[in-house]
């Protein structure tokens, strides 16, 4: 079977016309995802799924490929990528169209339930405008890891899990080539980048709650991945080390280039009182002597904290793209 998958095609050695033309259809028989993992005892299977491999090979790809490199730098736009910001574009307007509601409760406004409800309506539609023609029948289950991508409806709470759901929503869109290798930039630094815009806007107009927030003992309350990805393009760099980042100037002067600085404006934005005390773990990093050493433990701490967490993988869905059956030998 013909993957489109960046973490396959970025191994691969040479040119190769194979990886210009989107993958047969017949390949995939598509499907609604579902949960797979209800108890504990299930992680194993999940451990051992395509999709983990999948996800995390996603994941790690990205990560080389950003290395080095400033959100400002040249890179391609494609089509695909253009199709994505507007659809980006669709959930950040309707938050406008959407304000919050008198209530009693300061946190969990439940005006995000009316924004939910839209989304949950017109994701199929959405998916279908983003995806190649050929691919139109892949939009009912790639549609549910953008509905799973933008937190709980029940409960008003974003988390990682949430965010996992958007990073398995590209991959879906890599896996039938609607996004190709050399998309890998433009995914961080336009989409990714612009859906971290869009959730920080839905966190803020509707005081969503951390899912399963480990106070300030967690990275941070929402995100993991910008921290990953974010480090990676500090790697190397000639004048600014982990310990600069705790620097308010240091922040001012290049959060337009780097992901990692702007996740700490935007934490120092949200929260009140010295920095060592309200994101504990970060102050932490801060100590770590180079960008490399950041990277590594980060992605050690991410499969440890979100990957291998059952209350987060519990809600993890599985369908043709992302597959719960074992890797094959």
Known sequence: MLTVNMAETEQSSGPSHEDDKPPNPVD?????PKKEISMVPDMGKWKRSQAYADYIGFILTLNEGVKGKKLTCEYQVSETV????????????WIDETPPVDQPSRFGNKAY?????KLDQEAEALVTAVLPSERHEAAPEIAVYL????????RIDYGTGHEAAFAAFLCCLCKVGALRKEDQLAIIFKVFYKYLQVMRKLQKTYRMEPAGSQGVWGLDDFQ?????WGSSQLIDHPTLEPRHFVEEKVVNEHHQDYIFLDCIKFISEMKTGPFAEHSNQLWNISA????????QGLIRMYKAECLEKFPVIQHFKFGSLLSIQPVKP
């Open 224 to 228: 993991f991945l910008p921290f990953i």
């Open 82 to 93: 253009e199709k994505l910001l507007d659809m980006l574009g669709t959930l950040d307007r």
């Open 288 to 295: 770590v002597p180079n960008w490399s050493k950041v990277n």
């Open 147 to 154: 509905k799973e991508s933008v937190g709980n409806s029940t």
């Open 113 to 117: 339930r009316t924004w939910y409800a």
């Open 28 to 32: 995939f028989n598509f499907m609604v």
